[in-house]
């Protein structure tokens, strides 16, 4: 549907209803694709983005988390959600930790 608020639009790729494209109509790349890997909303999120057109290392994965975590490293913080399915090896190289409790605009 179009928006006028982000100049773009969103629209379903296929049946799966949380994979779709965004397409902005202002940006230097055309579109972005989004797809949503898995969830348990009460926990975990697990979602995958790319721009059209590029090299698949500017593909990002994000795991989300509603709750603080302390994990000392990936790999058991992730055996606990059951998701290690999701990311493979060479996927795993390409995933950073990052602590986003200090977000200005957080409310």
């Known amino acids: 549907k179009n928006s006028p608020h982000v100049n773009g ?3 379903p790729e296929n049946k799966n209803p949380g994979e ?8 230097p ?19 995958y983005t790319c721009v059209d ?3 698949c290392y500017m593909a990002t994965i994000s795991v989300l988390h509603r709750f603080p975590v302390r ?7 992730l055996e606990q959600f059951n998701i290690t399915s ?3 090896p060479s996927l ?3 995933i950073n930790m990052l602590d986003h409790t200090e977000c200005e605009n957080e409310q």
């Open 71 to 77: 994990w000392p490293s990936l790999e058991p913080g």
């Open 9 to 11: 639009t969103i629209k």
């Open 86 to 88: 999701l990311l493979t």
């Open 29 to 47: 790349w055309s579109r972005i694709w989004y797809r949503v890997m898995y969830t348990d909303y009460e926990k975990i999120a697990v979602e």
């Open 92 to 94: 795993k190289l390409y």
């Open 20 to 27: 779709f494209m965004i397409k902005l109509t202002n940006a």
């Open 53 to 55: 057109g590029t090299l």
